[in-house]
């Protein structure tokens, strides 16, 4: 069962609308991450935070922008959203940053812009 | 140039036949692996993490890592029909972030 819980797992939207992203994981981990799976299911990191830091921010358009109240929230934000944003979007946490830390996902939020 | 390579991208096997799935990563940074599964509709489940060249079994699926050719592959043992669903490797190098392949859908036929 998983414990790491996003909202909405469906969202339709027309280009240029802001729309935002949960996630809630129940672990205690201290370490969360937002990654993207496009339609060919490649899967990307976009963000990393660890204790409400951000500590990787790969290439990511500005329009994206993370937010976090606490290390157990991580939530996306999408400022005007445009077609190729149409994805899954995947959170994930981790108890620590280690190179052999196991990262746990969450089921995704489907985006689709129209 | 897509740093982890994966393949095969799709495949078909009879129920109770061995499924070899193969990754190469060119990455340069990745020490660690991990083949995840992805079910419709389910987040990523992993399925075998190994760190050190050789063999990793956990229960039905089995890891090999060769780091000198920078491979790691997947075997599943007597797969069955609940076991279609894409298969991704993963890298990890000295930090946690993971470097993903473009999967490869399984399809296990009764």
């Known amino acids: 069962e998983t414990a790491v819980f996003q909202t909405p797992n469906y969202h339709v939207t027309q280009v240029g609308n802001e729309v935002s992203f949960n996630c809630k994981q129940t672990l205690g981990h201290d370490t969360m991450y937002w990654y993207k799976q496009d339609s060919k299911k490649l899967l990307k990191i976009m963000f990393s935070y660890n204790n409400k830091q951000l500590i990787v921010n790969e290439t990511v358009p500005r329009r994206f922008s993370p937010q976090s109240s606490d290390k157990a929230h991580l939530n996306l934000r999408i400022k005007s959203v445009e077609p190729e944003d149409s994805a899954v979007y995947l959170c994930?946490?981790?108890?620590?940053?280690?190179?052999?830390?196991?990262?746990?996902f969450g089921k995704g939020t489907r985006l689709t812009v129209v | 140039q897509q740093k982890v390579q994966q393949s095969p991208e799709s495949l078909t096997v009879s129920e109770g036949a061995m499924a070899s799935l193969n990754c190469t990563f060119s990455?340069?940074?990745?020490?660690?692996f991990r083949w995840y599964r992805q079910h419709s509709a389910k987040g990523l489940e992993v399925l075998v993490s190994i760190f050190s060249d050789g063999e990793k079994e956990e229960g039905r699926f089995t890891a090999h890592l060769n780091r000198a050719n920078l491979h790691v592959s997947l075997h599943i043992r007597e797969p069955q029909p609940s076991d279609s669903a894409v298969y991704l490797c993963a890298g990890q190098g000295t930090g946690s972030k993971l470097s993903f392949g473009k999967g490869a859908k399984l399809t296990v036929s009764p």
């Open positions: 990455d340069g940074t990745s020490n660690n």
């Open positions: 994930a946490s981790s108890p620590g940053t280690g190179g052999r830390t196991e990262v746990f």
